[in-house]
Structures are given as structure tokens and as C-alpha cells.
């Protein structure tokens, strides 16, 4: 059975850091693309930022440009999301889900293209 795990959450201070992991079984994430997306209380889920499978592309939404970094290492078959100067509003749940080998930056962040999704984990960001 396909499964997703996210890790790494937890309240951390406004401008403080956390490190995000996606982990799988069963499939080998390099040959997916794999999104980080996020819902806050009483809010819509949004994408955060993806890695594309089969160039490499990295996307990232525009509140997170430049605070948010995601990368993958293959051998650990895990994507992590290393994110820095966190605010307030950075506090919601996390997820991570997989998607086709290819999409575009026009639809990355449409919950409808993937397909298999973690159970999230929490990111507060609270002084």
C-alpha cells in the first residue's frame, strides 16, 4: 500500500526554522512529482511548493519565495521542505502528495493532479 508520511512539524518562534520530510514505501519518489501543500484553520488548502520528477523544476508560491526551499534525496527516497523566517501565518497543517512525472508551473498548485497524500503534520509559528 501506497503511503505518504510528513514529519518534522512543530511551534517554533516567528523567524525561526523547521525542515519538513516527505517520506515514502512502496514507490520511489524520484519518478514523481512530489507538492507540499498546506491548510490553515478555517482556510482553503494552497500550495506551497513542488518538485517536478522528470526536469527537476522547482516551483514555489509566492508567499513562500525565498523562505521555503524544497529538495529531495533520492537515496533516502524522501523530499524535505526546509523552511526559514517563519511568520504567523506559515501556521497551518502540511501535507505532502505525488503527482505525474511532469507538470507545469500553470497547475502545480491544484490539489486535483495528485494523487496519494501524507496525513500532515502541524507547523505552528506562535511567539
Known amino acids: 500500500q501506497v503511503q505518504l508520511v510528513e514529519s518534522g512539524g512543530g511551534l517554533v518562534q516567528p523567524g525561526g526554522s523547521l525542515i519538513l520530510s516527505c517520506a515514502a514505501s512502496?514507490?520511489?519518489?524520484?519518478?514523481?512529482?512530489i507538492v507540499w501543500f498546506r491548510q490553515a484553520a478555517g482556510k482553503e488548502r494552497e500550495g506551497v511548493s513542488c518538485?517536478?520528477?522528470?526536469?527537476?523544476?522547482?516551483y514555489y508560491a509566492s508567499p513562500v519565495r525565498g523562505r521555503f526551499t524544497i529538495s529531495r534525496d533520492n537515496a533516502k527516497n524522501t523530499v524535505y521542505l526546509q523552511m526559514n523566517s517563519l511568520k504567523p501565518e506559515d501556521t497551518a497543517v502540511y501535507y505532502c502528495?505525488?503527482?505525474?512525472?511532469?507538470?507545469?508551473?500553470?497547475?502545480?498548485?491544484?490539489?486535483?493532479?495528485?494523487?496519494?497524500w501524507g496525513q500532515g503534520t502541524q507547523v505552528t509559528v506562535s511567539s
Open positions: 502528495a505525488t503527482g505525474p512525472p511532469y507538470i507545469s508551473d500553470s497547475t502545480w498548485y491544484e490539489d486535483r493532479a495528485y494523487d496519494y
Open positions: 518538485i517536478v520528477s522528470s526536469v527537476g523544476s522547482t
Open positions: 512502496v514507490f520511489t519518489l524520484v519518478y514523481y512529482t
